[in-house]
């Protein structure tokens, strides 16, 4: 699967099947999070793996009481460490880039898992305190996002999007046009030119003989 069909498929699951996920394969989405940028590559996320049926249900508590945090195998919990930033870029880092650093490597994430076939959910609403209590986070690490991961037990419906609400060409107002295409078209005009390449070799070998 390579990137464009992982972003494609990649879905918010909140159901899940009642199967364990192999610390391996938790290992590289790990490594996936630290491939992403980061400011001055200080690289200030931190990641709390979470398997524990009681931290589970203390941090489902801590997150409005949403049933994937609690029925997922497995929490990634991310948190920024604002004191690296703070030192680096003062209050910006801590409060802008801090933030950034952590949501690129959360889609590094939620990208891989759905590379290697799991499901993911990004949770963000959660009482900060209660999380940071929870894991016995120090002050200078705050609770960006929880990350449920395990094998999806639901395939939800990719929403359209209505692309022009969005891209502005120059300034805010002019619309950027642009032609999209789905997924199964670029597959297909990808084919159709390995099949075009194909054709053009198996030209030239019957020119030859």
Known sequence: MDVFEAIAKRRSIRKYQDKDVDDKLIGILLWAAAQAPSAGNLQDWRFIVVRDKK??????????????????PVLIVVAADLEVQSLRYGKRG??????EDCAAAIENILLAATALGLGTCW???????????????????????????GYPAEEPEKKEVDYSRFAFL?????????????????????????????????NRKMVVK
């Open 170 to 202: 120059e300034y805010y107002g002019k619309k950027f046009e642009f032609e999209f295409k789905t997924l199964h078209e670029l597959i297909m005009e990808k084919v159709e030119k390995i099949r075009e390449f194909i054709a053009k070799k198996q």
């Open 123 to 149: 949770v963000g609403a959660f009482d900060e305190e209660d999380v940071k209590n929870i894991l016995r986070l120090p002050d200078f690490l705050r609770p960006i996002a929880i990350i449920t991961v």
């Open 55 to 72: 931290t589970k249900e203390l941090l489902y508590n801590a997150a409005l009481k949403q049933e994937h945090v609690k029925q997922a």
């Open 94 to 99: 801590e409060l802008v880039y801090a933030l």
